[in-house]
């Protein structure tokens, strides 16, 4: 019990705690310069396990590394005592390390060096202790020599096998084998135990063996060993017989006294166990009985934990992994058979050695700061807590005023340079300790930017944006930022300071680009960095791709267009299925779009245009649905027969994503029509079962074909053949009519009906006739034709028709009764008085006297008019006659009607008839008539073939059909320009003018015509026409180009050049061995020197300029010398000159394949040549 005062002070301690304003802690950054010029205490990193098991094979080495400023110093104890490696000359300490190596290569016994070891690491500011690692020698003893006598039981009982291997350091794996080394065989009945002892539920005669051996397995070593074998014997109480025994019974058939469930294991009806936090429970029951009794789990309270929980070894061992406190409680195994059960139940207790609540970290201060340690573990029991000084306790440690101890923390305040240590905590129970080391370093240090220098940072417009400014200093330094080197430190509004030096601009804008630079300030100093900022276009697919559905083999083009800042590169890569999409020949991408051609199934997919730049991306993403053709239906089925129907049934094939729209069920029948497919009817494409409708007498077989939005399917494979039975037609004959073929016959034809109509065998006609509104008997006929022609008629009758199909089943319907006419005659009479009036230019009114309509002698179809132009009245022109007809159907008394589409001032003839269906009647009169002047048509071009400087031609011929006598033409313009149109001018000519020539007041002026032609009438049809577009420009330069003195002055420059090259080759040639052939003869060199027909050649001939012409095009062949022989510039075909008689082969060379071919010769390509052919 705490006495008054003591709770007084506790009290006041923990209100200091709850108003203690801690200082943060500085963090020491790993940059490798600060690091080498940071000085700190020792840390341990690295040391071996606290329970150390070694191989005595080998090297012993137990670990422990450590980093510190100054490089920390080791040592070692040993059980408790300084440990002195330097005595020991198989112990070595690493350089730079505190890791021993214990080596015996020159003897001794690893099991000398077993014990606890413990290691230090020490520099003038502080010491690290590592755990206290406890060295243990694997060992694996061998197997106690016994004689084992050989095990009798009675067939049904339970037995126990121990194994009881020995004691090893880690403990062995036991397993049991035979002596032929496979493994003893576990299930239900026989299983092994935790302990390693076999157990047998009951055992049966088959267990009858001499080699049941354990084996045990140690880890380090490697090594098995065998326990020498039991022998089993049992004893069964009736004679084992092989005759009858029973394989399917476990005990052969033979009577086995049963017995209830007792447990082998483990013993009485409870018991207890006891298992620490966050390791493994596992729990055993296994029993004995007759039948093998079955093992069942539960947990008083609650359920076992489903997750954790694991039943092995044929549910006789519960498995819980990672424990913790909640697994603690009453677990019960419950063993029945049907004889009875049992149970027993497993108390478990959960402890737990010492685990870490807050452990202790490394506290770094600047001078006159404050901060605190804590150490917090838990465990059960409740963890002792000990503080430690460099290894020493706290009491034996020298004081320090700035240090303070409450309980589980360490309080500092105000803290000196000089007061650094390695301060230990020790948390520790019966069933374990936790050891951790955390450094106090007291730093004093001036500012220092760790970041690079004017750094470039390039954000995208309208992000939050971060300028890193990472530094570090003790104490720890103030930190502002400034833009531009002006104004008050930035912080608010749209900027954001943390506490790490970093500087948040929320919304980053154009106008906040610019140099920022940070300054950060301690007592010890100064030190500053500058960020340079820009504020970039945002990356954006402004033309994403948009999902498709293509059909298979088509091509198909995702487009990705990217708008982005001019001044950032931009890669613009494509995935598919969120992998890299590799192109090939059949994928193709551009700037603006991926091209898929060829598209197949495997192309299907999702599609990523992604896009980046050195600051951002953007992305889109479209789905590729590659449709085909439908496969075909399959299994097609015929059931539910009748008369004339039968059930189809299939199964639909695959869509390829593209839904069956419908079916086409089609036929083919081996009677009619042998291999011929026709379509029978459509289904709707989710029906996969339909009732046919056929026709009698049909042998059918049957296929589908699947239809979708590609397409169809390939047909199915056919059903079985369905046959009709046969019946009377249906349906009567179509198109049944009566007409006569002559003046006194009468034809009567009808379609015949369809092969699938006939309906049976010998389909037959029976037709019915007879004169109409008579009450004659019907005459008829019977026929297998589609036609009967009727005789002796009179001419143009009407007649009653009827028509019925039959065959051997029966006779089928009547048709309706059709009217029909026997032939028609010559009409008789001729129309009368037929005339006209009211004559225009193009069009005039007839009139004639009709006929009697019983003189036509058939049908009166027409009034038909014979009308033809004859001649036109204009002087000179010829006409080609035509003659025309025009049809007019009138029973008027007074009939009449208008010609029209008349050619003006032509003579016309016409005359008319009266047509029937056959036949036309006699003419009428013939009446001749003359149309009207008319305006003229159109001339047949107007064009403007040339235009001048200042002039423009205008040229046009006469009308093709001037339709009167031609009085002249006229011609209106304007000035068109684009913005408005001037008032036309008009121009009239004669008739015999066809051009005219028109001076322009501006020559970059535009005009629109418009040409017609003139009668007494008035103006034709107008020809309209625009002047065509020249620039002013272009007439300026070429005037000035040619009147320009520097233009003349290079002309006259280049003719003086080849004139004086003309003479020097002249004079070198003339004085050369070799020369033409017109020198030798002294022929004179006239103005103009024709080719002569004895051979003489003239340079200022046209062929001789040819090779000059073409040696521009000539330079990309060979270029030879010239030989000055006239076969180079002359014509000779076979390299020969003859001119008195003489050969001259001097003057002849072969010519090229160039010069055959195309007459000019490959010498005359060079500039030497071209001048020598010249000369």
Same mark, same amino acid.
């Given at each position: 019990?705490?006495?008054?005062?003591?709770?007084?002070?506790?009290?006041?301690?923990?209100?200091?705690?709850?108003?203690?304003?801690?200082?943060?802690?500085?963090?020491?950054?790993?940059?490798?310069?600060?690091?080498?010029?940071?000085?700190?205490?020792?840390?341990?990193?690295?040391?071996?396990?606290?329970?150390?098991?070694?191989?005595?094979?080998?090297?012993?080495?137990?670990?422990?590394?450590?980093?510190?400023?100054?490089?920390?110093?080791?040592?070692?104890?040993?059980?408790?005592?300084?440990?002195?490696?330097?005595?020991?000359?198989?112990?070595?300490?690493?350089?730079?390390?505190?890791?021993?190596?214990?080596?015996?290569?020159?003897?001794?016994?690893?099991?000398?060096?077993?014990?606890?070891?413990?290691?230090?690491?020490?520099?003038?500011?502080?010491?690290?202790?590592?755990?206290?690692?406890?060295?243990?020698?694997?060992?694996?003893?061998?197997?106690?020599?016994?004689?084992?006598?050989?095990?009798?039981?009675?067939?049904?009982?339970?037995?126990?096998?121990?194994?009881?291997?020995?004691?090893?350091?880690?403990?062995?794996?036991?397993?049991?084998?035979?002596?032929?080394?496979?493994?003893?065989?576990?299930?239900?009945? !026989?299983?092994?135990? @935790?302990?390693?002892?076999?157990?047998?539920?009951?055992?049966?005669?088959?267990?009858?063996?001499?080699?049941?051996?354990?084996?045990?397995?140690?880890?380090?070593?490697?090594?098995?060993?065998?326990?020498?074998?039991?022998?089993?014997?049992?004893?069964?109480?009736?004679?084992?017989?092989?005759?009858?025994?029973?394989?399917?019974?476990?005990?052969?058939?033979?009577?086995?006294?049963?017995?209830?469930?007792?447990?082998?294991?483990?013993?009485?009806?409870?018991?207890?166990?006891?298992?620490?936090?966050?390791?493994?429970?596992?729990?055993?029951?296994?029993?004995?009985?007759?039948?093998?009794?079955?093992?069942?789990?539960?947990?008083?309270?609650?359920?076992?934990?489903?997750?954790?929980?694991? @039943?092995?070894? *044929?549910?006789?061992?519960?498995?819980?992994?990672?424990?913790?406190?909640?697994?603690?409680?009453? *677990?019960?195994?419950?063993?029945?058979?049907?004889?009875?059960?049992?149970?027993?139940?497993?108390?478990?207790?959960?402890?737990?050695?010492?685990?870490?609540?807050?452990?202790?970290?490394?506290?770094?201060?600047?001078?006159?700061?404050?901060?605190?340690?804590?150490?917090?573990?838990?465990?059960?029991?409740?963890?002792?807590?000990?503080?430690?000084?460099?290894?020493?306790?706290?009491?034996?440690?020298?004081?320090?005023?700035?240090?303070?101890?409450?309980?589980?923390?360490?309080?500092?305040?105000?803290?000196?340079?000089?007061?650094?240590? !390695? *301060?230990?905590?020790?948390?520790?129970?019966?069933?374990?300790?936790?050891?951790?080391?955390?450094?106090?370093?007291?730093?004093?240090?001036?500012?220092?930017?760790?970041?690079?220098?004017?750094?470039?940072?390039?954000?995208?417009?309208?992000?939050?944006?971060?300028?890193?400014?990472?530094? &570090?200093?003790?104490?720890?330094?103030?930190?502002?930022?400034?833009?531009?080197?002006?104004?008050?430190? @930035?912080?608010?509004?749209? /900027?954001?300071? /943390?506490?790490?030096?970093?500087?948040?601009?929320?919304?980053?804008?154009?106008?906040?680009?610019?140099?920022?630079?940070?300054?950060?300030?301690?007592?010890?100093?100064?030190?500053?960095?500058?960020?340079?900022?820009?504020?970039?276009?945002?990356?954006?697919?402004?033309?994403?791709?948009?999902?498709?559905?293509?059909?298979?083999?088509?091509?198909?083009?995702?487009?990705?267009?990217?708008?982005?800042?001019?001044?950032?590169?931009?890669?613009?890569?494509?995935?598919?299925?969120?992998?890299?999409?590799?192109?090939?020949?059949?994928?193709?991408?551009?700037?603006?779009?991926?091209?898929?051609?060829?598209?197949?199934?495997?192309?299907?997919?999702?599609?990523?245009?992604?896009?980046?730049?050195?600051?951002?991306?953007?992305?889109?993403?479209?789905?590729?649905?590659?449709?085909?053709?439908?496969?075909?239906?399959?299994?097609?089925?015929?059931?539910?027969?009748?008369?004339?129907?039968?059930?189809?049934?299939?199964?639909?094939?695959?869509?390829?994503?593209?839904?069956?729209?419908?079916?086409?069920?089609?036929?083919?029948?081996?009677?009619?029509?042998?291999?011929?497919?026709?379509?029978?009817?459509?289904?709707?494409?989710?029906?996969?079962?339909?009732?046919?409708?056929?026709?009698?007498?049909?042998?059918?077989?049957?296929?589908?074909?699947?239809?979708?939005?590609?397409?169809?399917?390939?047909?199915?494979?056919?059903?079985?053949?369905?046959?009709?039975?046969?019946?009377?037609?249906?349906?009567?004959?179509?198109?049944?009519?009566?007409?006569?073929?002559?003046?006194?016959?009468?034809?009567?034809?009808?379609?015949?009906?369809?092969?699938?109509?006939?309906?049976?065998?010998?389909?037959?006609?029976?037709?019915?006739?007879?004169?109409?509104?008579?009450?004659?008997?019907?005459?008829?006929?019977?026929?297998?034709?589609?036609?009967?022609?009727?005789?002796?008629?009179?001419?143009?009758?009407?007649?009653?028709?009827?028509?019925?199909?039959?065959?051997?089943?029966?006779?089928?319907?009547?048709?309706?009764?059709?009217?029909?006419?026997?032939?028609?005659?010559?009409?008789?009479?001729?129309?009368?008085?037929?005339?006209?009036?009211?004559?225009?230019?193009?069009?005039?009114?007839?009139?004639?006297?009709?006929?009697?309509?019983?003189?036509?002698?058939?049908?009166?179809?027409?009034?038909?008019?014979?009308?033809?132009?004859?001649?036109?009245?204009?002087?000179?022109?010829?006409?080609?006659?035509?003659?025309?007809?025009?049809?007019?159907?009138?029973?008027?008394?007074?009939?009449?009607?208008?010609?029209?589409?008349?050619?003006?001032?032509?003579?016309?003839?016409?005359?008319?008839?009266?047509?029937?269906?056959?036949?036309?009647?006699?003419?009428?009169?013939?009446?001749?008539?003359?149309?009207?002047?008319?305006?003229?048509?159109?001339?047949?071009?107007?064009?403007?073939?040339?235009?001048?400087?200042?002039?423009?031609?205008?040229?046009?011929?006469?009308?093709?059909?001037?339709?009167?006598?031609?009085?002249? /033409?006229?011609?209106?313009?304007?000035?068109?320009?684009?913005?408005?149109?001037?008032?036309?001018?008009?121009?009239?000519?004669?008739?015999?003018?066809?051009?005219?020539?028109?001076?322009?007041?501006?020559?970059?002026?535009?005009?629109?015509?418009?040409?017609?032609?003139?009668?007494?009438?008035?103006?034709?049809?107008?020809?309209?026409?625009?002047?065509?577009?020249?620039?002013?420009?272009?007439?300026?330069?070429?005037?000035?180009?040619?009147?320009?003195?520097?233009?003349?002055?290079?002309?006259?420059?280049?003719?003086?050049?080849?004139?004086?090259?003309?003479?020097?080759?002249?004079?070198?040639?003339?004085?050369?061995?070799? *020369?033409?052939?017109?020198?030798?003869?002294?022929?004179?060199?006239?103005?103009?020197?024709?080719?002569?027909?004895?051979?003489?050649?003239?340079?200022?001939?046209?062929?001789?300029?040819?090779?000059?012409?073409?040696?521009?095009?000539?330079?990309?062949?060979?270029?030879?010398?010239?030989?000055?022989? @006239?076969?180079?510039?002359?014509?000779?075909?076979?390299?020969? &000159?003859?001119?008195?008689?003489? &050969?001259?082969?001097?003057?002849?060379?072969?010519?090229?394949?160039?010069?055959?071919?195309?007459?000019?010769?490959?010498?005359?390509?060079?500039?030497?040549?071209?001048?020598?052919?010249?000369?």
């Amino acid at each position: 019990m705490l006495s008054p005062c003591g709770r007084a002070a506790l009290a006041f301690m923990s209100l200091q705690l709850l108003l203690w304003r801690e200082t943060v802690t500085i963090e020491v950054p790993q940059d490798p310069n600060i690091l080498a010029d940071l000085k700190q205490p020792p840390t341990i990193i690295k040391q071996s396990v606290k329970d150390y098991i070694v191989d005595p094979r080998d090297n012993i080495i137990i670990e422990c590394e450590a980093k510190g400023n100054p490089v920390p110093t080791f040592t070692w104890r040993r059980n408790g005592k300084f440990f002195n490696i330097g005595k020991d000359p198989r112990v070595t300490i690493r350089k730079r390390s505190g890791t021993l190596e214990i080596g015996f290569r020159n003897g001794g016994r690893p099991e000398d060096y077993e014990g606890e070891y413990q290691c230090f690491a020490n520099n003038v500011y502080g010491m690290a202790l590592s755990n206290k690692i406890v060295l243990q020698v694997s060992k694996a003893p061998l197997w106690p020599k016994e004689v084992l006598e050989p095990v009798v039981v009675t067939e049904g009982t339970s037995l126990v096998l121990p194994c009881n291997p020995p004691p090893g350091l880690p403990p062995p794996f036991t397993f049991w084998m035979n002596s032929m080394m496979m493994p003893i065989r576990q299930d239900k009945r !026989v299983s092994k135990g @935790l302990n390693g002892d076999l157990y047998f539920s009951n055992v049966v005669a088959q267990d009858a063996n001499n080699d049941y051996s354990c084996n045990a397995r140690f880890p380090f070593t490697h090594t098995i060993q065998q326990k020498n074998p039991f022998t089993l014997k049992i004893i069964t109480n009736e004679p084992y017989n092989h005759t009858s025994y029973n394989a399917s019974h476990s005990y052969g058939g033979r009577k086995v006294s049963e017995s209830t469930p007792t447990f082998l294991l483990p013993l009485g009806s409870e018991s207890s166990k006891m298992v620490l936090r966050d390791e493994q429970l596992l729990l055993e029951c296994i029993a004995a009985g007759l039948p093998t009794p079955t093992i069942k789990w539960f947990k008083k309270g609650g359920d076992l934990p489903g997750r954790k929980v694991k @039943l092995e070894n *044929y549910n006789k061992t519960l498995k819980v992994i990672n424990v913790s406190e909640e697994d603690a409680g009453e *677990y019960v195994c419950m063993a029945n058979n049907h004889l009875g059960s049992i149970r027993h139940s497993i108390f478990v207790q959960v402890k737990a050695a010492p685990y870490w609540l807050d452990k202790p970290t490394n506290l770094v201060l600047a001078p006159e700061e404050n901060g605190r340690l804590v150490c917090r573990a838990n465990g059960n029991p409740k963890p002792s807590i000990q503080w430690l000084i460099n290894g020493q306790t706290i009491d034996s440690s020298p004081p320090n005023p700035s240090r303070q101890m409450m309980g589980d923390t360490i309080i500092f305040r105000s803290v000196q340079i000089g007061s650094s240590a !390695v *301060y230990q905590c020790n948390a520790s129970n019966q069933h374990g300790y936790l050891l951790a080391n955390a450094f106090v370093s007291v730093l004093d240090y001036p500012p220092r930017m760790l970041g690079p220098k004017n750094q470039l940072i390039q954000v995208v417009k309208n992000n939050r944006t971060f300028l890193d400014c990472p530094f &570090f200093g003790s104490p720890h330094p103030v930190l502002r930022w400034f833009k531009n080197g002006q104004g008050s430190g @930035l912080d608010g509004g749209m /900027y954001r300071l /943390y506490i790490n030096g970093t500087l948040e601009i929320k919304r980053a804008r154009v106008e906040d680009e610019g140099t920022y630079t940070c300054v950060a300030n301690n007592i010890l100093g100064m030190a500053e960095n500058q960020v340079r900022l820009e504020v970039k276009e945002p990356t954006r697919i402004v033309g994403a791709p948009q999902h498709q559905s293509a059909i298979r083999g088509l091509t198909v083009r995702f487009e990705c267009k990217v708008k982005s800042d001019a001044s950032l590169a931009v890669s613009v890569e494509w995935m598919k299925d969120d992998k890299p999409l590799y192109l090939g020949w059949r994928m193709k991408k551009d700037d603006e779009s991926l091209t898929i051609s060829n598209i197949n199934e495997g192309d299907e997919g999702i599609y990523t245009c992604s896009v980046k730049s050195e600051i951002d991306q953007d992305s889109a993403s479209a789905r590729l649905t590659v449709l085909d053709h439908p496969d075909p239906p399959l299994d097609l089925d015929l059931s539910d027969p009748a008369a004339r129907s039968v059930r189809l049934t299939w199964i639909p094939g695959n869509d390829h994503r593209s839904p069956i729209k419908e079916f086409l069920v089609q036929f083919e029948e081996n009677h009619w029509e042998p291999g011929r497919w026709q379509d029978l009817a459509t289904y709707p494409g989710d029906l996969n079962s339909v009732i046919l409708q056929l026709a009698p007498f049909v042998n059918y077989q049957f296929r589908v074909i699947a239809i979708n939005a590609v397409g169809q399917s390939k047909p199915s494979a056919p059903s079985p053949r369905y046959k009709t039975s046969s019946a009377a037609p249906d349906v009567t004959p179509r198109g049944l009519q009566g007409w006569g073929s002559e003046e006194n016959n009468m034809e009567i034809t009808w379609e015949p009906l369809l092969d699938l109509e006939k309906n049976g065998p010998n389909l037959q006609y029976v037709v019915w006739w007879r004169r109409k509104d008579s009450d004659a008997e019907w005459n008829n006929i019977t026929t297998i034709g589609n036609k009967v022609v009727v005789q002796d008629t009179n001419t143009y009758e009407p007649y009653e028709i009827k028509i019925q199909a039959s065959n051997d089943v029966g006779p089928g319907p009547e048709s309706n009764v059709v009217i029909g006419y026997s032939g028609e005659d010559k009409p008789t009479n001729a129309p009368t008085e037929l005339r006209i009036s009211k004559v225009d230019s193009t069009k005039g009114h007839i009139h004639w006297k009709p006929v009697d309509l019983a003189s036509v002698q058939g049908e009166f179809k027409e009034y038909r008019l014979y009308y033809s132009r004859e001649s036109s009245h204009v002087p000179g022109l010829l006409v080609r006659k035509e003659n025309k007809t025009k049809g007019f159907y009138t029973t008027m008394a007074e009939p009449s009607a208008i010609l029209s589409r008349l050619v003006p001032f032509s003579r016309y003839k016409m005359f008319m008839v009266v047509a029937n269906n056959r036949y036309e009647g006699p003419p009428s009169n013939t009446v001749e008539f003359s149309t009207k002047e008319g305006v003229p048509d159109a001339p047949p071009f107007f064009r403007i073939n040339r235009r001048g400087f200042d002039t423009i031609h205008l040229e046009w011929d006469k009308p093709l059909e001037p339709n009167g006598i031609l009085i002249g /033409y006229q011609l209106k313009y304007q000035i068109v320009n684009a913005s408005r149109e001037a008032r036309p001018q008009i121009e009239t000519f004669h008739p015999n003018v066809t051009e005219y020539t028109m001076r322009l007041p501006d020559r970059s002026t535009r005009y629109r015509f418009y040409l017609s032609a003139l009668t007494q009438v008035g103006a034709g049809e107008v020809f309209p026409e625009d002047s065509p577009f020249f620039t002013n420009e272009a007439y300026i330069d070429q005037v000035d180009i040619a009147t320009q003195g520097w233009f003349i002055g290079l002309m006259c420059a280049i003719a003086l050049i080849i004139l004086i090259l003309l003479i020097v080759c002249f004079i070198k040639r003339s004085r050369g061995g070799k *020369y033409p052939v017109r020198d030798k003869k002294e022929l004179p060199l006239d103005s103009v020197d024709q080719k002569d027909p004895d051979g003489s050649f003239d340079y200022h001939s046209d062929e001789d300029n040819k090779p000059l012409q073409g040696s521009q095009t000539s330079l990309e062949g060979p270029v030879k010398e010239s030989d000055d022989s @006239l076969v180079d510039y002359g014509e000779g075909g076979d390299g020969q &000159f003859n001119e008195d008689g003489s &050969f001259i082969g001097q003057y002849t060379v072969k010519k090229d394949k160039d010069e055959t071919e195309g007459n000019e010769s490959s010498e005359a390509t060079s500039p030497v040549n071209a001048i020598y052919s010249l000369a």
